[in-house]
T-cell receptor
C-alpha cells in the first residue's frame, strides 16, 4: 500500500511553454498533498500544501501564479508550471498523506518518484 | 520554529561496516513526529520510520535501528552490516502533528557503501 505516482517522470520543454505534472495516490485517498522542489545535492523545499476542493497554501517566496496547483479529488493533484523558464528546471516531488488511518499505513507523507523538468 | 540539523554531509564506508547517521532537531512543541527517509539515486523518497515524541523507545527493524533521545534532541539512525544497496541520501525530518503538518527536512547525508 501507499503508492504515489507522478506523471511524467521527466519532461523537456521550450522556454515559455507550460508544463503539467500529475500526482496520484494509487491505493489510498489523500487528505492533503504536498509539492516540493529539489535542486541537485540539496534538500527538499516545500512549495505548497493542497487540500482537495480548496485553494493551495503556498510557502513564502513561491509564486502562486507561476506554479498553479489543482487538487481535484482525494487521489489527484496537479502542478502546472506556467511560462516555464530555464531557472524552473528542477526535480519536482509530490507527496500524499492518507485520508484516515488505514491498515498498514502510517500517518505520514508518502512520496512520488519525482518529475525532472528541463526547460531549454 | 522547527529546525533539523544533519551535521554529516557525506559518509563513506566499506560494506559490512556499521554506520550511524546523526540527526539533531529543534522545536518548541511538546508533541511532534520525527522521520527518516531514504532517497536512492532513482530519486524517490522512501519512508523508513516515524517516531512520536512521546515514544522514546528505541526501534530495530532488521539491520536498521533508531535511537531517540529527547534529552539531547537527537534521533540517530544506525545501519548494521551495511550493504552497497544502502548507498543513498538519508533525510531526517520533523513535523507537528495534524493533517496539514509540514515536514521540515534536514539537509541530508549522502552515504556511500563501497564493496
Amino acid at each position: 500500500g501507499a503508492v504515489v505516482s507522478q506523471h511524467p517522470s521527466w519532461v523537456i520543454c521550450k522556454s515559455g511553454t507550460s508544463v503539467k505534472i500529475e500526482c496520484r495516490s494509487l491505493d489510498f485517498q489523500a487528505t492533503t498533498m504536498f509539492w516540493y522542489r529539489q535542486f541537485p545535492k540539496q534538500s527538499l523545499m516545500l512549495m505548497a500544501t493542497s487540500n482537495e476542493g480548496s485553494k493551495a497554501t503556498y510557502e513564502q517566496g513561491v509564486e502562486k501564479d507561476k506554479f498553479l496547483i489543482n487538487h481535484a479529488s482525494l487521489t489527484l493533484s496537479t502542478l502546472t508550471v506556467t511560462s516555464a523558464h530555464p531557472e524552473d528546471s528542477s526535480f519536482y516531488i509530490c507527496s500524499a498523506r492518507p485520508f484516515e488511518s488505514q491498515e498498514g499505513l502510517t500517518d505520514t507523507q508518502y512520496f512520488g518518484p519525482g518529475t525532472r523538468l528541463t526547460v531549454l | 520554529a522547527q529546525k533539523v540539523t544533519q551535521a554529516q554531509t557525506e559518509i563513506s564506508v566499506v560494506e559490512k561496516e556499521d554506520v550511524t547517521l546523526d540527526c539533531v532537531y529543534e522545536t518548541r512543541d511538546t508533541t511532534y513526529y520525527l522521520f527518516w527517509y531514504k532517497q536512492p539515486p532513482s530519486g524517490e523518497l522512501v519512508f523508513l520510520i516515524r517516531r512520536n515524541s512521546f515514544d522514546e523507545q528505541n526501534e530495530i527493524s532488521g539491520r536498521y535501528s533508531w535511537n531517540f533521545q529527547k534529552s539531547t534532541s537527537s534521533f540517530n539512525f544506525t545501519i548494521t552490516a551495511s550493504q552497497v544497496v544502502d548507498s543513498a541520501v538519508y533525510f531526517c525530518a520533523l513535523s507537528y502533528t495534524g493533517a496539514n503538518s509540514k515536514l521540515t527536512f534536514g539537509k541530508g547525508i549522502t552515504l556511500s557503501v563501497r564493496p
